[in-house]
């Protein structure tokens, strides 16, 4: 989503901005700006990719200086346009602002203005704010910051200069993700870390409500209140060469092939093979309110849902406790009834998805115990969280999630063993479960390597605009996944759902030549959703079916087989997922489109 980077130092802050703004572009957006302070305000901005500013700031002359602020815009409020696109700036005072995420009381702010006598030239809820700041400005622009924020409702990340003021970058945040980056003699800002780390690892995240003032020379924190507050320094960990293409044409690409390396290190440590146990730092010190939970729900958003409908599946199937998996954003709203022994676990890459936060917090105000499976070290999630579980699967830049889905489904399985071999899964049923689990990374290794066939098959149907993915048990969230990447990067339309639901209406799609992929691996359903593949060959669509080594049989029975290794069942979609990811990518670059930066969609969505 919305990108913010703000840079005070001694170098030019021009080329500085481009490249962070460059590095977050995989966040997704739709326009992009900057403002130098020079004197005075040097703002240039334009509508499409990064590089179209870069033209356009080639043919202007000036934005020289080493203080300034950039932005990528996803818009939420008023179109795609120029006018739209940050920094928004107040005349009067000379102030420009960037903000990320949405201000709720706008229009009233913007009556308000109005009256004032200010005029308004674009139709954001970010130009009200900078508006704001102008109005309130008594000589310091940390106080006018301040005494806005205190008058708005709603979330924001926000970089704030003022001609005034030259020496002075002003920042704060409340409910979208924001992180000082301190150098030797200067500061990054940026709300994304890898626009950071090409120049210092040493950073503090801003808390919400936190306002800092950052000068040349030192910082100082505070609240909207002004109340001084000290940030806890934090060293970060991303390395650049891990958001680094390397031999990949995309980092979606990129990352589905990285997913046995992610996965062993997702293990690495917290498996003790003999003993059937697993060990998780962050939850030991909840396992008692783990053994005795009477009711795990699981919240997340698109493909973190997805993981979770999985984490479901297998915390009932193995850990004998009642589990739900959840839309954060419908669990949120619906007045959920949270009972004693209510563990709540919110599952996201990024944490920062601002659904899943809001669901978290609603359900620890409601008295759950709050555990996260989280990507992102340190993101919001992760520290609202009473403890939890990091994927560790490294930065995750593709907006097409796929190393994370199989992160989450690991992580979620650990959970499982963990609370499993507490309540009553004997040491070997655990043993052979985790001997299971070590096997994933090298089967996934086998799946890559088939990537030919996989494009071959892809290639054959790429042209249909309607596909189908059906799956049955563990495999029918595999099936939501595989949809759902179909959709998101090659703009076919799909649909997944239980295989036994198609003939309660999505049967009627089918004609001749429709494409219906169908996650068929060995396991309790297997005869059944065999069943059904019949059911669609017999009104003339084409089954692909992700098959078990070894199944010769299917072969006859399907236009095309992809084989993945034999796998535990509960752990299969970590295996069945993958030829869905590579047929996904593999359709869209056939169709021609740019994978890592999907039209319309954004890598975290900070907005409810
Ligand atoms: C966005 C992304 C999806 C992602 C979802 C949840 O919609 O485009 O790829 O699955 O958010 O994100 P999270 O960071 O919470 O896992």
Same mark, same amino acid.
């Given at each position: 989503?919305?990108?913010?980077?703000?840079?005070?130092?001694?170098?030019?802050?021009?080329?500085?901005?481009?490249?962070?703004?460059?590095?977050?572009?995989?966040?997704?957006?739709?326009?992009?700006?900057?403002?130098?302070?020079?004197?005075?305000?040097?703002?240039?901005?334009?509508?499409?990719?990064?590089?179209?500013?870069?033209?356009?700031?080639?043919?202007?002359? $000036?934005?020289?200086?080493?203080?300034? @602020?950039? &932005?990528?815009?996803? #818009?939420?409020?008023?179109? /795609? *346009?120029? !006018?739209? =696109?940050?920094?928004?700036?107040?005349?009067?005072?000379?102030?420009?602002?960037?903000?990320?995420?949405?201000?709720?009381?706008?229009?009233?702010?913007?009556?308000?203005?109005?009256?004032?006598?200010?005029?308004?030239?674009?139709?954001?809820?970010?130009?009200?704010?900078?508006?704001?700041? $102008?109005?309130?400005?008594?000589?310091? @622009?940390? &106080?006018?910051?301040? #005494?806005?924020?205190?008058? /708005? *409702?709603? !979330?924001? =990340?926000?970089?704030?200069?003022?001609?005034?003021?030259?020496?002075?970058?002003?920042?704060?945040?409340?409910?979208?993700?924001?992180?000082?980056?301190?150098?030797?003699?200067?500061?990054?800002?940026?709300?994304?870390?890898?626009?950071?780390?090409?120049?210092?690892?040493?950073?503090?995240?801003?808390?919400?409500?936190?306002?800092?003032?950052?000068?040349?020379?030192?910082?100082?924190?505070?609240? /909207?209140?002004?109340?001084?507050?000290?940030?806890?320094?934090?060293?970060?960990?991303?390395?650049?060469?891990?958001?680094?293409?390397?031999?990949?044409?995309?980092?979606?690409?990129?990352?589905?092939?990285?997913?046995?390396?992610?996965?062993?290190?997702?293990?690495?440590?917290?498996?003790?093979?003999?003993?059937?146990?697993?060990?998780?730092?962050?939850?030991?010190?909840?396992?008692?309110?783990?053994?005795?939970?009477?009711?795990?729900?699981?919240?997340?958003?698109?493909?973190?849902?997805?993981?979770?409908?999985?984490?479901?599946?297998?915390?009932?199937?193995?850990?004998?406790?009642?589990?739900?998996?959840?839309?954060?954003?419908?669990?949120?709203?619906?007045?959920?009834?949270?009972?004693?022994?209510?563990?709540?676990?919110?599952?996201?890459?990024?944490?920062?998805?601002?659904?899943?936060?809001?669901?978290?917090?609603?359900?620890?105000?409601?008295?759950?115990?709050?555990?996260?499976?989280?990507?992102?070290?340190?993101?919001?999630?992760?520290?609202?969280?009473?403890?939890?579980?990091?994927?560790?699967?490294?930065?995750?830049?593709?907006?097409?999630?796929?190393?994370?889905?199989?992160?989450?489904?690991?992580?979620?399985?650990?959970?499982?063993?963990?609370?499993?071999?507490?309540?009553?899964?004997?040491?070997?049923?655990?043993?052979?479960?985790?001997?299971?689990?070590?096997?994933?990374?090298?089967?996934?290794?086998?799946?890559?390597?088939?990537?030919?066939?996989?494009?071959?098959?892809?290639?054959?149907?790429?042209?249909?605009?309607?596909?189908?993915?059906?799956?049955?048990?563990?495999?029918?969230?595999?099936?939501?996944?595989?949809?759902?990447?179909?959709?998101?990067?090659?703009?076919?339309?799909?649909?997944?759902?239980?295989?036994?639901?198609?003939?309660?209406?999505?049967?009627?799609?089918?004609?001749?030549?429709?494409?219906?992929?169908?996650?068929?691996?060995?396991?309790?359903?297997?005869?059944?959703?065999?069943?059904?593949?019949?059911?669609?060959?017999?009104?003339?669509?084409?089954?692909?079916?992700?098959?078990?080594?070894?199944?010769?049989?299917?072969?006859?029975?399907?236009?095309?087989?992809?084989?993945?290794?034999?796998?535990?069942?509960?752990?299969?979609?970590?295996?069945?997922?993958?030829?869905?990811?590579?047929?996904?990518?593999?359709?869209?670059?056939?169709?021609?489109?740019?994978?890592?930066?999907?039209?319309?969609?954004?890598?975290?969505?900070?907005?409810?």
């Amino acid at each position: 989503m919305c990108g913010i980077v703000a840079y005070v130092g001694s170098k030019q802050a021009r080329p500085l901005l481009i490249e962070g703004l460059k590095r977050m572009e995989y966040r997704g957006y739709d326009s992009a700006g900057l403002a130098v302070l020079n004197g005075k305000l040097e703002v240039c901005r334009a509508v499409g990719r990064v590089a179209m500013l870069e033209e356009k700031l080639e043919d202007a002359p $000036g934005f020289e200086g080493t203080l300034g @602020l950039a &932005h990528t815009r996803w #818009a939420t409020h008023g179109g /795609v *346009t120029e !006018a739209n =696109a940050h920094p928004h700036r107040d005349d009067k005072v000379g102030i420009a602002l960037v903000h990320n995420g949405i201000i709720e009381n706008y229009a009233v702010l913007k009556t308000y203005l109005k009256e004032k006598g200010h005029q308004f030239h674009s139709e954001t809820d970010t130009e009200v704010l900078a508006m704001l700041i $102008g109005e309130l400005y008594e000589g310091d @622009l940390e &106080h006018a910051v301040q #005494a806005a924020l205190r008058e /708005v *409702t709603g !979330a924001y =990340a926000i970089a704030v200069i003022c001609e005034r003021e030259p020496d002075t970058l002003v920042c704060a945040r409340k409910g979208s993700p924001l992180m000082v980056g301190i150098g030797a003699g200067e500061y990054v800002v940026a709300s994304d870390p890898s626009a950071i780390v090409s120049h210092t690892t040493q950073a503090f995240p801003l808390d919400d409500y936190n306002v800092v003032k950052i000068t040349r020379t030192g910082f100082r924190s505070s609240t /909207v209140e002004n109340v001084s507050v000290t940030p806890k320094i934090m060293q970060l960990e991303m390395d650049l060469e891990q958001i680094d293409l390397g031999r990949f044409q995309h980092f979606m690409q990129k990352e589905i092939f990285e997913q046995p390396a992610a996965l062993r290190n997702t293990l690495r440590g917290r498996l003790q093979r003999t003993e059937g146990k697993v060990v998780l730092g962050g939850l030991s010190a909840y396992a008692k309110e783990l053994v005795r939970a009477r009711r795990i729900v699981l919240a997340g958003q698109g493909t973190a849902l997805h993981a979770a409908m999985i984490g479901e599946y297998m915390l009932e199937d193995l850990a004998k406790v009642p589990a739900v998996a959840e839309y954060a954003s419908e669990f949120r709203y619906r007045n959920p009834i949270i009972e004693d022994g209510t563990v709540v676990i919110a599952v996201s890459q990024s944490g920062e998805t601002a659904d899943t936060l809001a669901a978290l917090n609603e359900a620890k105000d409601r008295g759950a115990l709050a555990l996260g499976v989280i990507n992102v070290v340190g993101s919001t999630i992760a520290r609202e969280t009473d403890a939890g579980v990091y994927l560790r699967v490294g930065p995750e830049v593709g907006v097409a999630s796929t190393k994370a889905f199989t992160g989450q489904v690991a992580v979620l399985a650990l959970i499982t063993l963990f609370m499993a071999r507490r309540r009553f899964m004997s040491t070997e049923a655990s043993t052979r479960l985790i001997d299971e689990m070590l096997a994933v990374p090298d089967k996934i290794e086998r799946i890559c390597e088939q990537d030919t066939h996989i494009r071959d098959v892809t290639a054959k149907y790429c042209d249909r605009e309607n596909w189908l993915f059906l799956g049955r048990g563990y495999n029918y969230p595999t099936a939501l996944e595989g949809a759902l990447k179909l959709k998101e990067i090659s703009y076919i339309h799909a649909e997944g759902m239980p295989a036994a639901e198609m003939k309660h209406g999505p049967i009627a799609l089918i004609n001749e030549g429709m494409p219906a992929v169908f996650i068929a691996n060995k396991g309790r359903q297997y005869e059944k959703v065999m069943s059904n593949i019949a059911e669609v060959r017999a009104r003339g669509g084409h089954v692909i079916a992700v098959a078990t080594e070894g199944d010769t049989e299917i072969k006859k029975q399907v236009e095309d087989v992809i084989y993945v290794p034999d796998v535990a069942e509960q752990l299969s979609p970590m295996l069945t997922v993958v030829p869905l990811q590579l047929m996904a990518y593999h359709a869209a670059v056939i169709r021609g489109h740019d994978v890592d930066k999907p039209r319309n969609l954004a890598k975290s969505v900070t907005v409810e």
